[in-house]
């Protein structure tokens, strides 16, 4: 079962453009929806993160928005440079319940690539 | 910046054999993860730590997976029978508490090669 279903896969984005990552999760109990970017042979690093009471949150030239109702919520990276380049997760998480201690539920990644 | 710290970086051992994954999370931290990350693949949940105790573990972290805190500082993986599956990127984790934040640091991983 796929909690967290993100697209694209991959995304070709010229330098200064606007870069954008969808995602969407099934589980109304998620309460916390961070975004990671993995640089190859390093582990996930947090990017931003949202909890549901928020529609926007920006961070810099980061922003992530938040649909409740549609349970979707997605990566905005503007003016997006080279060293951006990398790999991003969307994932989603269960913090304050019981026992799960705030297991991820990652989604499939988007290699996102920025021509100079 | 404090970090996770894991040990190997690169491992490879032949099928059967018994590996040990390593890993320091930071100092101050509460709660330990394991994940994984197959080639090209999404990062997977394998088992959560707490207290001294596994809290949650995956449908693939079965019997042949254990962790273990064996000091203060150490968070160990063991895999008792390696499988050519189970070569994969294995990411250790940490997060301070649930109530001082969120965020689950990682680690940078151990490539572990199954022959």
């Known amino acids: 079962q796929q909690q967290v279903k993100q697209s694209p896969q991959s995304l070709i984005v010229q330098k200064g453009g606007i870069s954008i990552i969808n995602c969407a999760y099934e589980?109304?109990?998620?309460?916390?929806f961070p975004w990671y970017q993995q640089f190859p042979g390093k582990g996930p690093a947090l990017l931003i993160a949202?909890?549901?009471?928020?529609s926007e949150k920006k961070e810099g030239r980061f922003t992530i928005s938040f649909n409740k109702s549609a349970k979707q919520f997605s990566l905005h990276i503007m003016d997006s440079q080279p060293g951006d380049s990398a790999t991003y997760f969307c994932?989603?998480?269960?913090?304050?319940?019981?026992?799960?201690?705030?297991?991820?539920?990652f989604g499939r990644g988007t290699q996102l690539t920025v021509w100079p | 910046e404090p970090e996770v710290t894991q040990t190997p970086s690169h491992q490879v051992t032949q099928m059967g054999q018994e590996v040990i994954l390593r890993c320091v999370p930071i100092s101050n931290h509460l709660y330990f993860y394991w994940y994984r990350q197959i080639l090209g693949q999404k990062v997977e949940f394998l088992v959560s730590f707490y207290n001294n105790e596994i809290s949650e573990k995956s449908e693939i972290f079965d019997d042949q997976f254990s962790v273990e805190r064996p000091d203060g500082s150490n968070f160990t993986l063991k895999i008792r029978s390696t499988k050519l599956e189970d070569s994969a990127m294995y990411f250790c984790?940490?997060?301070?508490?649930?109530?001082?934040?969120?965020?689950?640091?990682f680690g940078e991983g151990s490539w572990l090669t199954v022959v």
């Open positions: 994932a989603a998480s269960m913090v304050d319940r019981g026992s799960t201690l705030g297991r991820l539920y």
């Open positions: 589980n109304t109990a998620f309460d916390y």
């Open positions: 949202i909890r549901p009471d928020v």
């Open positions: 984790a940490s997060r301070v508490d649930r109530a001082l934040g969120n965020t689950i640091y």
